[in-house]
């Protein structure tokens, strides 16, 4: 049949509009709302995880004196200066010892006249016990002539009564000589107090050290207590590094350190984990290690900032995957699985982590699985995707 020239018009009208609305459902399945999102995708393979651990630490000093005195006074020299080495026992800083000196010439004089003091009362028992032991013989010869009647019982009674007093003499005389040397002692010893004291006025390096800084200048006034001089053991530096706690599994003491200074970092410093904190920040949640290292530069410094990195040991053959794999869903950590057209939540338990973003799977996941990586949008059970190479640069 044969159309006429408007049956023939709305016929190709007809046609342009089908074609019209199949372009435009193209345009919409391939690049709209109802689009594929795009995944890139990894195949799960085996291997073994060098896991690390990754926090920044702060050179600090195992063994640091402050240097002070033990009493306030008034600073009258200071012998080093910042960055000086020095020796123990050598002096770094002297006090004024104000009257000091004068109060030991004094108490020296004291000990001196207690010493004269104690040998008269020892020359006043010689001459006591010298009189007691004539008394009682005396005494003992009155006795036997009272005894035959060649004396008077009276001569007797008053020969044992010397005898009696010159008994009481002697112990008087004990008396006096142990009061003259607890008097001895006592201000023997109130000299050697302010000889100590006379001696704490010099600020003497408790150990071989560097000096890290001059806190009072000649002519300050300091409190008891107060630093003068800060003193480090630089053979004692180690670093004090911050690990976050949801992330330092496996730390602990032994563990090998690569450590990387703030002031040089085209040099890798080797170490280990001295010590492990037992207390945490609950603030920052993070743990506290103590790294020393094998070498210690020339120019390393206290307070300067380091990268440490922990090795941890190599973990059996597992499953690996990049962390971005692992997702969050209804309070389950799992995967998207592709399995052959559609997806699947799998959940799976994860081990350790490595610093490069792999992740170790112990279960839910076999090898050879294709697994989502990155999508450009959430995904579900439903989503209709297309796999890609990268997100990025990608037509629709």
Known sequence: MKLSPIGTRRLALALLGLTVAAALAFVVMR???LAPTRVTVVKAAEGR????????????ARRSYLIGPTVAGRVRAVAVDVGDSVKAGQLLAEMDPVDLDERSAALDASVARAGSAMAAANAQRH???ARKELASVNARRYVELGAQNFISKSAVEVRLQEQSSAEAIVSAADANLAAARQDQQRLAAERAGLRQQRANVRLLAPADGMVTSRDAEPGSTVVAGQAVLRVIEPSSLWVKVRLDQGRSAGLAAGLSAHVVLRSNPGQTLTGKVARVEVVSDSVTEERVAQVSLDHRPASLSVGELAEVTLTLPTTAQAVLLPNAAI?????????????GSRLRFAPVRIGQTSLDGQV??????????????????DIGAHSRIKVVDSLTGVGP
């Open 31 to 33: 690049s709209g709302p």
């Open 49 to 60: 995880l060098a896991p690390a651990l990754f926090g920044i630490g702060t050179v600090e």
């Open 127 to 129: 001459d006591a016990l």
């Open 327 to 339: 997702k969050r869903m209804q309070a389950q950590t799992g995967v998207w699985m592709i399995e």
């Open 360 to 377: 170790q799977v112990l279960e839910g996941v076999k090898p050879g699985a294709t697994i989502v990586v990155h999508s450009e949008k």
